[in-house]
């Protein structure tokens, strides 16, 4: 027997899900294929729009690194591999194909993962981990993208080794883990969240005997444990800006910090998801509970309230570390595992009761798609609004300042210039997109001035400890108001 054919054997031995037999890889193509198409379809909106998203605006013209001060480590070395240089640039769309690609392998592992087998249907269901309202900011961000799918497809992968040999299970979880800790952080409650779902359907259906599955929940704990404090002690530059910091809350404040976090998480998905979308996870919910109750081999009674327990722990997951943390990001790109929950939900009524899951599972999935394209187009509106905006005020710059000067000129923007009409019409049937459209002209926020100061060459300097009270005024238009004394410039912006 050759080396090669060793080594193909040996791995054979060692995946759960085989995908390497020929049978399995015509569908393990045809499902990569179907969910990427779906996904690059969903996209085209946001590449058409062509915005430089916040960390986009510096990364385009500055090379910003991609690893900056939150220990994206493996993010930082692999954008060196996607732009063939250590010098970053502007290479999209490719990055966002690229995380495509990632999407629609994490989409089919785990549908493997749930149901061992995949068709359509399946397929459909996996795509809230990519289509969620929260995996939009990910897709925006022209640099970022591949590796915040990555971060999914990481939790993921070590599913595959489950069901062989235990000390290779645990290694690929801690190594997946790492790679998620260093690629985009937000994903920490991915795998805890298969993880509870396997043990829960192992304990509801008896699929293995008790003292196994409580083997596989130790395995799997100890390993992501033992990841993340790999990762705190050797890989970890602790942060604490304000806005968003990586210390854990502290032994006394914990529960408190966690409740805290917990409501304020609830929260922000009650109000971002429409009425609509509500109803149809309510239903989706509600089919699972059926189902469960319907198919489970231990006390019914029991089977509803260990239901219930595994939801409320399944959706607390979805958040993660963040939940303890002391200023975590309430940002929608640091909500992605809300995706993956539905998915898991949407996968496993689909697999069981695909007549009745079918309605639902596939009008959530539409409306998720559907938001890609409004978002899309919002977003490119948004930017000729915000062009026409800015060009309008260096017109008036240029005309009030004709005279280039060695010194550049000290600015503070007031105010904003507030969303185009399309956001605000897109956003009455879907609040979540003023939330993740920016305005790129506007005051107290450091990218808010960005494009302004350094996509024109005019030597604008941002200075937000400008008093403008005793300035006097130079010029007064419909769209601003343009106070000056000597170098230093005061905007104030009208909505």
């Not at 599913?159 to 290779?168: C, D, I």
């Not at 690929?172 to 359907?201: D, E, R």
């Not at 231990?298 to 399944?314: D, E, G, P, Q, R």
């Amino acid at each position: 027997m050759s080396l090669r054919m060793k080594i193909n054997k040996k791995i054979k031995e060692n995946f759960s899900a085989n995908i390497l037999e020929s049978d399995n890889k015509k569908e393990f193509v045809f499902s990569i294929l179907f969910l990427f198409v779906i996904y690059f379809l969903s996209i085209i909106s946001i590449i058409r729009a062509n915005f430089n998203y916040i960390d986009d605006l510096r990364r385009s013209i500055d090379s910003y690194d991609l690893d900056g001060v939150f220990s994206r480590h493996i993010s930082k070395y692999l954008s060196y591999l996607v732009n063939a240089s250590s010098h970053i640039t502007d290479i999209s769309p490719l990055p966002q194909l690229i995380a495509c690609c990632f999407l629609a392998l994490a989409g089919f592992i785990l549908v493997k993962t749930i149901c061992n087998k995949t068709n359509k249907l399946l397929l459909i269901a996996s795509l809230p981990i990519g289509l969620s309202p929260y995996f939009l900011e990910c897709f925006s961000y022209k640099f970022d993208a591949p590796y915040m799918a990555l971060s999914i497809l990481a939790s993921i992968v070590p599913f595959l080794f489950m069901q062989k040999n235990r000390w290779l299970y645990s290694f690929i979880c801690i190594l997946s883990i790492l790679v998620m800790t260093m690629t985009y952080q937000a994903a920490s409650g991915v795998f805890i969240m298969i993880t509870i779902y396997i043990f829960f359907s192992n304990l509801i259906y008896k699929k293995i005997t008790l003292k196994n599955n409580f083997i596989f929940l130790g395995i799997s704990v100890f390993s992501y444990c033992a990841a993340i404090i790999i990762f705190r002690v050797c890989f970890m530059e602790p942060i604490d800006f304000g806005y968003v910091s990586t210390y854990v809350a502290s032994s006394e404040n914990i529960v408190s910090v966690f409740m805290r976090n917990t409501q304020i998480f609830s929260s922000i998905i009650y109000h971002d998801f429409n009425l609509t979308w509500k109803i149809i996870l309510y239903i989706i919910i509600a089919i699972f509970y059926i189902k469960t109750i319907v198919f489970s081999k231990i006390n019914k009674v029991l089977s509803f309230f260990l239901t219930t327990i595994f939801i409320f722990l399944l959706f607390l997951s979805s958040f993660g570390l963040y939940l303890v943390l002391k200023d975590p990001l309430f940002a929608p790109r640091g909500m992605y595992g809300v995706g993956v929950f539905i998915a898991i939900l949407c996968i496993d009524i689909s697999f069981s009761l695909r007549k009745i899951a079918i309605i639902p599972v596939i009008a959530l999935v539409w409306c998720f798609f559907v938001l890609y394209f409004s978002y899309g187009n919002a977003l490119a509106d948004q930017k000729r609004y915000n062009d026409f905006r800015t060009e309008l005020l260096l017109k008036d710059l240029s005309s009030l300042l004709p005279e280039k000067t060695d010194e550049p000129y000290s600015i503070k923007i007031i105010n904003n210039e507030g969303f185009s009409p399309a956001v605000e019409n897109a956003a009455k049937s879907s609040p979540i997109i003023k939330k993740l459209v920016p305005i790129n002209l506007q005051g107290g926020w450091p990218f808010g001035n960005y494009y302004l100061i350094q996509y024109y060459k005019f030597k604008l300097n941002n200075d937000d400890g400008l008093i403008e009270e005793t300035m006097p005024v130079i010029f007064d238009s419909y769209y601003h108001t343009i106070k000056r004394n000597d170098n230093q410039i005061v905007v104030i912006l009208k909505e």
